[in-house]
């Protein structure tokens, strides 16, 4: 029978199947109590933040239109550019490590994606019940739930903006933000990303979900890469509890031929990805361990040992033994640590102070009336420290080299670049090479440790 | 004869393809772009209008994000069969 090739056709010869609510039944454990813990600090940590004060500033302030990032004493520059690679690779590091000890540690317990879908997923409960008022209430009429449905979205979209609001007080100092957005005087640039921040989250959070984490993470998509035989999984003991099956409280299971699970399928429910974990470890499995506690509730109910469902690595079901220090983790652990001492190390002797020779293309030298080389240079100075500094300049690399007008001091202000314009006067019997490199050395009369010397070029006639 | 049927993949996942890699790359090529050219020396150099800071980092991201955008589309476009696999029962 011939059938037509209609793309997303809903008659029943069609593969496709509309995406059908997952309804996350609530579970009670440690693993969510650890999983709030992580809400509480990590929310906690994102809407403080930017309200803290250091020296009369914002203490976090990633200051893009001034083209520096605060964080808390220490100031960065573009130059620094550098710091930010190297902590981008010490992020990527440390979730590879985590990754091959326990899993997606990261996407269960610490992922903003599933900290704010937690938060937004506890307000639908608190408006609209629990899963199966909430199944109930999709399935009534608009006229009956239209309340329900308003009063969860507007709280999200509240939510939404104040979140909208705090990320752009990442970027702009939050005091002034608040009052102004609420005043409808901030810029139109400002308003334009807490619109779009919030509307970012209300989608993710309230709509998207568990899509996000399907669909459109990358980490999903290659962290299975970094999960070997050793590794700690959420996995469901099949030895222990197939078949499956009901049975009364206090009948001997095993003497029916059962294992201990009882086919209650909670875990499938509990599940935010929907997915059944004793088909083992799947894709979707974003490491929550709900199921866990979930299971480990049904067990104790039935007086069974708990940990049907648990951490456990494969070579461990396989009746192996666990292998926690192994090549894997050891090379990642040590990789992480050196580079997180190389990153705090050149932080914190980083020197302030940033210096560039430009010499003036326009001629290449010029005699003086008295008969001297000249050579015409801009030097730029950058103080990035917080106050003020006037520094000392020293020219060597010449013979006798003389700076045009004495200047021997530079004062520049704090955040601030100075362009003085120099010139270098050599006596030609002095000159040894057409091409002479000089050196520039600038150091601060207040702090010696402040030291920088920067090399140029010094060019003359031939030399015989 | 079985008909041999493809397996579309669902519509979210074929609208995220196409706009979240077009958003992260234009994030990138933004960060990357303005670290290198101050909008103000922008301004000068190519007699645009004044605008704040961020305004020029906001429409520069958003022009890039068009251009990953029809990047992501054509290359959806292009990745449709060219061959019609499905045959009627002959």
């Known amino acids: ?464 | 004869m079985d008909v041999v049927k493809e397996q579309k993949s669902p519509r979210i996942q074929r609208i995220i393809a196409v706009l979240w890699p077009s958003f992260i790359m234009a994030s990138i090529g933004t960060i990357l772009f303005f670290s290198a050219f101050d909008p103000h020396s922008l301004i000068d150099c190519g007699d645009l209008p004044d605008i704040s800071r961020l305004g020029v980092y906001t429409i520069g991201f958003f022009l890039l994000w068009a251009i990953t955008l029809s990047s992501c589309l054509l290359t959806c476009y292009f990745q449709r069969p060219c061959h019609n696999t499905t045959h009627c029962g002959d």
């Open chain 1, 1 to 464: 029978m011939s059938t037509p090739n209609t793309p997303d056709s809903n008659n029943s010869d069609s593969l496709y199947a509309k995406r059908e609510k997952i309804y996350p039944r609530q579970v009670h454990g440690i693993f969510a109590q650890l999983r709030m813990l992580g809400v509480i600090s990590l929310m906690g940590f994102f809407y403080g933040t930017p309200w803290l004060q250091w020296d009369g500033r914002q203490a976090v302030l990633f200051d893009l239109p001034g083209r520096q990032f605060h964080i808390l004493g220490i100031t960065f520059w573009p130059q620094d550019f550098f710091y930010l690679a190297v902590l981008l690779i010490l992020a990527a590091l440390a979730l590879f490590f985590f990754t091959a000890l326990a899993g997606r540690l990261w996407c269960g317990f610490a992922c903003p994606q599933t900290v704010w879908t937690e938060v937004f997923l506890w307000i639908e409960r608190k408006v609209e019940g629990g899963r199966p008022q909430q199944i109930k209430l999709d399935k009534t009429d608009l006229k009956h739930k239209w309340l329900k449905k308003t009063t969860k979205h507007t709280i999200w979209l509240v939510l939404s903006l104040f979140t909208g609001i705090t990320f752009v007080g990442f970027f702009t100092p939050i005091h002034e933000l608040w009052v102004n957005f609420f005043t409808f005087s901030l810029g139109p640039w400002e308003n334009f990303w807490v619109y779009f921040y919030a509307f970012a989250t209300y989608g993710n959070a309230g709509w998207m979900r568990e899509q996000v984490c399907i669909y459109m993470c990358p980490y999903a998509r290659f962290q299975s890469a970094m999960i070997d035989a050793d590794t700690f999984i959420i996995a469901y003991d099949e030895k222990r509890g197939d078949p499956r099956g009901s049975r009364k409280k206090n009948e001997d299971h095993r003497e029916k031929g059962l294992g201990d699970c009882i086919d209650c399928s909670i875990c499938v429910q509990v599940c935010p990805t929907g997915i059944d974990i004793r088909d083992g470890l799947q894709y979707e499995c974003i490491g929550c361990a709900a199921c866990i506690d979930a299971c480990d509730d049904v067990m104790k109910k039935m007086d069974y040992p708990s940990g049907l469902i648990r951490y456990t690595t494969q070579n461990a079901l396989e009746g192996k033994l666990i292998h926690l220090l192994r090549p894997r983790t050891i090379i990642y652990a040590s990789i992480l640590m050196i580079t997180t001492i190389m990153l705090i190390a050149s932080i914190s002797t980083r020197i302030p102070l940033e210096v560039d020779i430009i010499r003036d293309r326009n001629a290449l030298y010029r005699e003086t009336d008295e008969g001297l080389i000249e050579n015409v240079y801009i030097l730029k100075v950058i103080n990035m420290d917080n106050i003020k500094h006037t520094y000392d300049m020293r020219i060597s690399g010449i013979k006798d080299i003389k700076v045009g007008d004495n200047i021997s001091t530079i004062t520049v202000n704090s955040g601030e670049i100075s362009s003085l314009p120099l010139r270098l006067q050599v006596d030609p019997a002095n000159l040894t090479k057409r091409s002479s490199k000089v050196f520039f050395t600038l150091s601060a009369q207040d702090a010696p440790e402040i030291r920088l010397e920067q090399d140029g070029r010094f060019l003359g006639p031939r030399t015989r």
